[in-house]
C-alpha cells in the first residue's frame, strides 16, 4: 500500500507572496517522505466542500510543471481534470509536456467535469452531463493514439483532429498512465475498465459495491480486473500529535483487503511539514507491506 499527497487548499499563512515557497517545500517533503504520487485539483476556484469560491486557487498543469522541478520521484497528475476545460490535443500536449520534464512522472487524471458554477462564471464551456461523458469518451480515445505516436486524422462526434503529432513522445511506457475519477456506474467505470489504467474512488459504504460493478465492466470489455490500480480517497490526518495515526492504519488496511494499492488524501495543515514527517515515520513503514 502506497500513500499519495492531495493538494487542494491553497488558502496557506503567508498568502500569494508565500505560495511558491511553500508549495515547493511540501512537495519537497512529500517527495523525500515516499509518497508514491502528489495531485492537485483541476478547478479555477475553490470547491464549497474545502471553502469559498474566493479562496486561492492555482491553475492544475502550471502548478504541476512547478511541482516537477521541486520533486523527484513523486508521480504528478491532476485529480482529476475536467474534460471540457482543454480541447483533446492540447490535454494530451500539457501531459506529455509534464511526462518529458518531469523525467517520466506524469499521469493523466481525467473525469467529465461538475462545476457549472465555475465553468459559467469564467466562460469556460460547459455542455450537458451526456455530451461531456461523450466527449471524455473521445479524449481519452484522443489522448491514447497521442501518446502512442499514431498521427491518423480524427474524426468524432464532437472533435475532429487533423494531425495528431505529439512531439516530443511520452517518456513513460506505454504510455503516461491515465486514471479516471469517479464512480458512476453506467459510463465512467464502464470507461475505466475500456481505457483506463487506474481507477479513484472515494472510501465510503458503496465502495466495495463500485468494484463490483468495475469487475463486471472488465469482464464485458475482456478486461484483466486485476490489471486496473485501485486508488482511494482517504483521510490522511495525522493529528498535531500524531494521535490519528492508528485510525489511518486501520482505514489502509481495510482498503488494501480490498485490492486497493494506493490511498491518496489531503493532510490537513500540510504547510506543517512536522505532519508530512509523521506520515512517513509512523504510517508509511506500517503499510509498506499490505
Known amino acids: 500500500m502506497k500513500l499519495g499527497l492531495h493538494i487542494a487548499d491553497f488558502t496557506w499563512p503567508g498568502g500569494a507572496a508565500r505560495l511558491g515557497p511553500q508549495l515547493a517545500d511540501v512537495a519537497a517533503a512529500a517527495d523525500d ?143 503516461p498512465p491515465i486514471l479516471i475519477g469517479g464512480g458512476g456506474e453506467k459510463k465512467t467505470l464502464r470507461f475505466v475498465a475500456k481505457y483506463a489504467d487506474s481507477c479513484n474512488l472515494f472510501d465510503g459504504p458503496e465502495i466495495e459495491h463500485k468494484l463490483d460493478v468495475l469487475r463486471r465492466h472488465c469482464e464485458n470489455e475482456g478486461r484483466n480486473y486485476d490489471d486496473i490500480e485501485k486508488t482511494a480517497l482517504v483521510r490522511l490526518d495525522p493529528g498535531e500529535k500524531g494521535e490519528k495515526v492508528d485510525a489511518i492504519v486501520a482505514s489502509l488496511t481495510r482498503l488494501a483487503g480490498l485490492g486497493f494499492t494506493v490511498g491518496h488524501g489531503m493532510v490537513a495543515g500540510v504547510t506543517d511539514l512536522g505532519r508530512i514527517e509523521t506520515l512517513k515515520s509512523q504510517v508509511i513503514p506500517a503499510i509498506e507491506a499490505l
Open 33 to 175: 517522505a515516499g509518497f508514491d504520487r502528489i495531485s492537485v485539483m483541476d478547478h479555477l476556484w475553490q470547491i464549497g466542500v474545502i471553502g469559498p469560491p474566493e479562496h486561492e486557487m492555482l491553475e492544475a498543469y502550471t502548478a504541476l510543471g512547478f511541482i516537477a522541478a521541486h520533486t523527484r520521484r513523486a508521480k504528478l497528475l491532476t485529480l482529476v481534470t475536467g474534460v471540457t476545460y482543454r480541447d483533446p490535443g492540447l490535454l494530451a500536449k500539457a501531459v506529455t509536456t509534464l511526462d518529458v520534464l518531469s523525467g517520466g512522472r506524469a499521469m493523466l487524471g481525467i473525469g467529465a467535469a461538475w462545476n457549472e458554477e465555475e465553468s459559467r462564471g469564467l466562460g469556460l464551456f460547459f455542455p450537458p452531463t451526456a455530451e461531456r461523458f461523450e466527449r471524455l469518451e473521445e479524449t481519452l480515445q484522443i489522448c491514447h493514439r497521442m501518446f502512442h505516436g499514431e498521427e491518423e486524422p480524427y474524426e468524432g462526434r464532437h472533435y475532429r483532429l487533423g494531425r495528431l503529432l505529439n512531439s516530443p513522445a511520452p517518456l513513460s511506457r506505454p504510455h
